[in-house]
T-cell receptor, first 114, second 112 residues
């Protein structure tokens, strides 16, 4: 049973480009969460999705960031027109039911904006 | 808003000794969960231990145990018989609805 799979592991983008981060949850998990970890900081919640629905996006920046979790395929975190401040590790987690029991995290995608 | 505070940015312990990492939290919810996650240099977030707030008994997982003081909103992690593989960043976290609120982390060094 594969864990939460995130790809790519590392992503380098020039300022102004788009970044697409992918997350495949564990088998049987229909709840996906995205977190961002800036250097030397803890993880900060961004968005919570179920299949085809955004449940809580209160942690997402208002502009340039979007997330989806389609009926088929992985969850995608999309960052348009990246800036240096977007450089961070982005973690995806999944759970079989909503919240509270501890998620399973992926290994993260480290985004570097040059 | 929920906050989680880890007051020790760095800690060190001798191999085979015991170390305690501190965590305090702030919540108005009556039902919540608390967690300790370990993040080694590989960056993988690994669940170490989980505590349900309505349970008075402290959680234990092999060499890892917690001291959960609900009234004081304190949730410390004790690592017994420390091993070199325990060296990592440790994060305390608390549920708030379906999200987790994390502390800033404690970097643990294990000295041989």
């Amino acid at each position: 049973n594969a864990g939460v799979m995130q790809n790519p592991r590392h992503l380098v983008r020039r300022r102004g480009q788009e970044a697409r981060l992918r997350c495949s949850p564990m088998k049987g998990h229909s709840h996906v969460y995205w977190y961002r970890q800036l250097p030397e900081e803890g993880l900060k919640f961004m968005v919570y999705l179920q299949k085809e629905n955004i449940i809580d996006e209160s942690g997402m920046p208002k502009e340039r960031f979007s997330a989806e979790f389609p009926k088929e395929g992985p969850s995608i975190l999309r960052i348009q027109q990246v800036v240096r401040g977007d450089s961070a590790a982005y973690f995806c987690a999944s759970s079989p039911v909503a919240g509270n029991y501890g998620y399973t995290f992926g290994s993260g995608t480290r985004l570097t904006v040059v | 808003a929920q906050t989680v505070t880890q007051s020790q940015p760095e800690m060190s312990v001798q191999e085979a000794e015991t170390v305690t990492l501190s965590c305090t939290y702030d919540t108005s919810e009556s039902d919540y969960y608390l967690f300790w996650y370990k993040q080694p240099p590989s960056r993988q977030m690994i669940l170490v231990i989980r505590q349900e707030a309505y349970k008075q008994q402290n959680a234990t997982e092999n060499r890892f145990s917690v001291n959960f003081q609900k009234a004081a909103k304190s949730f410390s992690l004790k690592i017994s018989d420390s091993q070199l593989g325990d060296a990592a960043m440790y994060f305390c976290a608390q549920t708030s609805g379906s999200r987790l609120t994390f502390g800033e982390g404690t970097q643990l060094t294990v000295n041989p």
